[in-house]
């Protein structure tokens, strides 16, 4: 799910580690069946948190990042060589319907996309995804619901 959110496996990898953390420094006193809703709305707590210090970050170093002859901006990262996830052998093992997927997921609207990947991707209830979304289980289902309907309409073709 943090994966999805942010882009990079190793910033999402930090991002659930912290939410763990913070689940236990804060909440180990909870009841149990408390702990897996209270742990995603952590997470996406931590999730906004990051896009908010990457807007900023982008915003101060845009004036340091340097230019070229020709005006474009020089980026060392994108001049890097890919991740093993970018090899060619690790990309034709990838089904096409699945990256397809994973597009569409992204681009839904941020209340959509964390109720379709806590409910299909996680497997919480309609009650533990409300309590880690903050709102009532009727908006979980028209968010699920509305995910869906997005998801079946952009990936017709796939949809069984």
């Known amino acids: ?5 942010v882009k990079d496996a190793d910033e999402a990898l930090d991002i ?13 006193e909870k009841p149990h069946d408390e702990w897996r809703p209270l742990f995603y709305r952590i997470l996406q707590n931590r999730i906004t948190d990051s896009h908010r210090r ?16 020709d ?24 089904d096409g319907a699945t990256e397809e997927l994973q597009v569409a997921v992204e681009r ?17 209830s309609v009650a533990d995804t409300a309590r880690a979304m903050k709102c009532s289980g009727g908006s979980v289902k028209t968010h699920y619901s509305r995910a869906v309907h997005n998801l079946r309409e952009v ?3 796939h949809w069984s």
């Open 155 to 157: 990936l017709k073709e």
């Open 108 to 124: 839904l609207p941020r209340r959509q996309q964390q109720a379709f990947l806590l409910r299909a991707l996680e497997g919480l």
């Open 54 to 69: 990457n807007t900023v970050r982008s915003r101060v170093f845009a004036f340091f990042t340097p230019r070229g002859e």
């Open 71 to 94: 005006g474009e901006t020089f980026d060392p990262v994108a001049q890097a060589p890919g991740r093993a996830s970018a090899t060619p052998h690790i990309r034709a093992e990838l």
């Open 1 to 5: 799910m943090a994966q999805v959110a």
């Open 16 to 28: 659930v580690q912290d939410a763990m953390f913070t689940l236990v420094r804060k909440y180990s």
